[in-house]
């Protein structure tokens, strides 16, 4: 960015090569708290929002939120380098994760099913109120989602709170904005990381990769009779389907 597009106010459209290559440049070899690289980390979830197919500014403060408590004035730093939407973005999930890091307590609380669900369900709302730009919480569940791949990938556990907070909260709410692609992989990696559910876990997965290539099988062949039968009664459709995931078994 020139500094005559500063002072004319106008920037660039973001690029997540851009975004990366500055937080590789500032992250060096910090980690988050899981352990994982911040800059591992910052381009997991870039790559992920990529997937979603959502605007350059949010792909680009997906990679660079994580950075900012590093930065001595990140609000400066990222408003003068990438522009004031995408500073904008970081500083509401920065909001976004203090926020989270109350909640994940308050789930974790020893209290009645019944007041604890009620509290669930409020945090949930909580949290989509909070965020009143909804890129913010797609962010927030892309972080969530590479932080269980990378203990996934580094076969290591994650606290225990987060997988529970998890299927409680992020989980639901990725259904609840209709972004399948990361339910079901929240909820597959979370139940994965549920001590109790362990042997489960494992036991289905193993049936599944036995079953895979049948199970795929059986879909193609019910689609195909569906769409068949809908044209045979003159009925303008589109016929898609999918087999289960993990968790929803």
Do not use: C
């Not at 199970?215 to 769409?227: G, N, P, W």
């Amino acid at each position: 960015m020139t500094e005559s597009d500063v002072l004319n106010g106008t920037y660039p459209e973001p690029s997540i090569d851009d975004a990366l290559a500055f937080v590789r440049e500032h992250a060096k070899d910090v980690r988050v708290s899981t352990g994982e690289l911040l800059a591992d980390h910052a381009t997991g979830t870039a790559r992920i929002m990529q997937t979603l197919n959502v605007d350059p500014h949010v792909i680009a403060a997906a990679a660079l939120f994580v950075l900012a408590p590093h930065l001595d004035d990140p609000d400066k730093v990222v408003a003068e380098r990438f522009g004031p939407e995408v500073q904008k973005l970081v500083s509401d999930v920065r909001k976004l994760l203090r926020l989270g890091s109350l909640s994940s307590r308050a789930t974790m609380a020893d209290l009645p099913d019944n007041t604890r669900d009620a509290q669930v369900e409020a945090l949930r709302k909580i949290l989509l109120a909070f965020a009143q730009d909804i890129r913010v919480v797609l962010i927030r569940l892309a972080s969530r989602l590479q932080i269980l791949r990378y203990h996934a990938a580094a076969k290591t556990d994650p606290s225990p709170d987060v997988p529970r907070e998890t299927l409680e909260i992020y989980a639901p709410l990725a259904n609840r904005l209709g972004i399948w692609q990361l339910k079901w992989e929240l909820e597959d990696l979370s139940f994965r990381f549920e001590d109790l559910d362990l042997v489960t876990y494992k036991r289905i997965a193993k049936l599944l990769d036995e079953k895979r290539m049948e199970r795929e099988s059986y879909v193609t062949s019910a689609i195909a009779r569906l769409q068949q039968e809908l044209d045979t009664a003159h009925i303008k459709a589109e016929v898609s389907g999918r087999p289960k995931h993990i968790y929803s078994i």
